[in-house]
């Protein structure tokens, strides 16, 4: 039977035969790799999911090897690979793995296969076994590129919808008064937030079926003209919804800066404060509003 086995080996290439050997070996291979961390931490609930994510992982690598692509990442077999094993990096990132704990896990899986291809080649000519575990090395390598590849993918995307929730947070649309609405900017604002802000606060419109929406940028050190542009578009838009733009808290500043430019403002109602824009809002809706210094009707 060796000298069969033997035989069959020295008539095949070092990549048909390891994609052989994992598809004779795959059971044994997923077993083993059940127990493994990067198996484990995802298939808490059942070994028995992770023994057949692992059939799956196999048999995609076999088909590579048998095609002769062990160091090709675009090979089709890897496709599974990304659906399976990768998606599993990508779980692990999820939950605050680092990359390097991510690929020490990949590498992980390397002795259970290569002990198994040791041992069904243990009668063949040494160069035959030494270049099949150079394409099992080259192939578990790839292996290893795919999922940390998928990995740091999953990692930007989680960072990315991290930084729009924050970026959501930090532009909370207030209800001020019935059909008053105001965003209170802080800090510094670029085309993503600004972006947000206009979306936020349109929405805020039609929900709060508001009349008056106020942009208050007390808070904002500084603008460009970038900024000021994505301003001017959210007083225009919230105009098209049916709102009044009220623009607040311009400082010495901005408005220096503003004029600068060489933005006009002109068709956008301004006012120095929020109290003063809320005062407004009220004003225009025949509120009184009394201001308790004056003791009088304050006219805003």
């Known amino acids: 039977m060796a000298d069969h086995r033997t035989a069959v080996q020295q008539q095949e290439s070092p990549a048909q035969e390891v994609g052989a050997f994992l598809r004779r070996r795959g059971e044994q291979i997923a077993q083993r790799w059940a127990d493994e961390a990067l198996f484990r931490t995802v298939f808490t609930v059942s070994r028995d999911e992770a023994v057949e ?13 048998a095609a ?25 990132a999820r939950t605050g793995a680092a990359s390097a704990q991510i690929a020490d896990e990949v590498a992980a899986l390397r002795p259970a296969a290569y002990e198994l ?19 099992l090395t080259a192939l578990l390598g790839t292996l290893r590129l795919v999922v940390l590849e998928t990995a740091l993918s999953a990692g930007q995307e989680l960072i990315d919808r991290q930084r729009l929730q924050l970026l959501e947070v930090a532009t909370p649309v207030i209800k001020l008064w019935t059909g008053v609405v105001a965003v209170p900017l802080i800090g510094t604002l670029d085309s993503a937030r600004s972006q947000v802000v206009m979306e936020s606060l349109l929405d805020a419109v039609v929900s709060q079926q508001a009349r008056f929406a106020i942009l208050d940028i007390t808070g904002v050190p500084t603008v460009d003209s970038l900024v000021a542009q994505h301003l001017m578009k959210t007083v225009a838009a919230a105009r098209l919804m049916g709102a009044e733009c009220v623009v607040s808290g311009i400082r010495p500043a901005i408005a220096q800066t503003i004029v600068h430019l060489g933005i006009d403002l002109g068709s956008v109602v301004t006012r120095a404060s929020l109290a003063d824009a809320l005062a407004y809002a009220l004003h225009r809706q025949g509120i009184a509003v009394v201001d308790q210094d004056r003791n009088g009707p304050s006219a805003r």
């Open 68 to 92: 002769d692509r062990a160091e090709d990442l675009a090979a089709a077999g890897f496709a599974t690979v990304r659906e399976q094993l990768a998606r599993m990096a990508a779980s692990r």
């Open 117 to 135: 291809l040791a041992a069904d080649l243990a009668d063949a000519p040494r160069a035959f076994a030494e270049a099949c575990a150079v394409t």
């Open 53 to 65: 994510a692992g059939r799956a992982v196999v048999e995609a690598l076999a088909a590579v090897a």
